[in-house]
C-alpha cells in the first residue's frame, strides 16, 4: 500500500494531490538459474488545483495510474564467489488525465 500527499504552489497556482495505492510482485528463481519478477500497481489520485493566472479557478477532479512489468533473467555462476546476471526487463505505466480550458471553464 502507499500513500502520498504532495502539494504545489506559487502567486498565481496552487495544488494538492493526494494519492492511495496498492501493487503485487511476484518473484521466481528456478534451480536451472533462470528467474522472473512480476510488479503490478493502482494509483487513485484525488487533484484539486486553483490557476488564478489563467482564469480557471478551482478544480477537482480524479485521475489514476496503472504500472505493470516484468523481468526475466538468468544467473551464470562463474566462481563461487562471481556471478554473472544478463536481463530483460518490460515496463508499462499510464496516467489518466485532464484536460481544462480558460474559455469554457472545464
Known amino acids: 500500500m502507499t500513500y502520498t500527499d504532495s502539494h504545489a504552489g506559487s502567486d498565481a497556482f ?7 495505492g496498492a501493487g503485487i510482485y511476484a518473484s521466481a528463481m528456478f534451480e536451472s ?5 512480476l510488479i503490478g500497481k493502482f ?3 484525488d487533484n484539486e488545483y486553483t490557476a488564478t493566472f489563467a482564469g480557471l479557478g ?4 480524479s485521475s489514476h495510474s496503472r504500472y505493470a512489468g516484468a523481468e526475466v533473467g538468468y544467473r551464470y555462476h562463474v566462481t563461487d564467489d562471481t556471478r554473472i ?3 530483460a ?3 508499462y505505466g499510464a496516467v489518466s488525465g485532464k484536460q481544462f480550458s480558460g474559455k469554457t471553464g472545464e
Do not use: C, F, M, N
Not at 14 to 20: D, H, N
Not at 33 to 37: F, K, L, P, R, V
Not at 58 to 61: A, F, S
Open 58 to 61: 478551482t478544480r477537482d477532479y
Open 43 to 45: 494509483v487513485h489520485h
Open 89 to 91: 526487463e518490460l515496463v
Open 14 to 20: 496552487s495544488g494538492e494531490t493526494k494519492s492511495v
Open 85 to 87: 546476471e544478463p536481463q
Open 33 to 37: 538459474g533462470a528467474y522472473i519478477d
